[in-house]
């Protein structure tokens, strides 16, 4: 134990397994718009519109920097109350994984452990603006991954034939 330097993690019992770690979380950008402020006439219940997005930049050869773009916008009406983009970011290390174990990791794992980090930015975000506090609901990414993993135009109950 007084061997190990401040910050490091031990090695694992078994070097040659399957490794799925979190290096890093960050905020890699984040804008907020709000045209008009937070007018209103005491009737706020705007129409609520959330686009996820993953991208992934590979950092070395099993290292991965994950972002999930989180895009929310509020609607009165027509008028556009605010428009919310957080990109948040995590470097992950993916050693001895198959092809398909990182392409879920990736798609569904990794947006998981990141969501919550942008969900709580955004909430603050918006009610730094003036709004009412807004807490985006769970997001089942794996859900999310296992339908974009269904080839195109065909239900995914169709997709075992």
Not at 22 to 48: F, T
Not at 101 to 117: E, N
Request: glycine content about 8%.
């Amino acid at each position: 134990m007084a061997n190990e330097a401040a910050g490091t993690v031990p090695a694992p019992e078994d070097a040659n397994g399957p490794i799925l770690q979190l290096q890093h979380v960050y905020l890699k950008d984040c804008s907020y718009e709000a045209p008009n402020g937070p007018r209103g006439d005491g009737n706020w219940n705007p129409q609520i519109n959330l686009d996820l997005q993953t991208a992934v930049n590979a950092l070395a050869p099993d290292v991965q920097e994950v972002v999930l773009t989180v895009t929310v916008s509020a609607k009165q009406g027509e008028t556009t109350a605010f428009l919310v983009e957080v990109k948040q970011a995590g470097v992950f290390l993916l050693r001895n994984l198959t092809e398909e174990d990182s392409k879920r990791a990736i798609g569904a794992i990794c947006p998981g452990v990141l969501f919550p980090y942008a969900r709580a930015q955004v909430s603050h975000l918006i009610t730094q603006g003036g709004f009412p506090q807004l807490l985006l609901p769970p997001v089942n990414f794996d859900a999310l991954y296992a339908a974009n993993q269904t080839p195109q135009g065909m239900p995914a109950n169709q997709q075992a034939n």
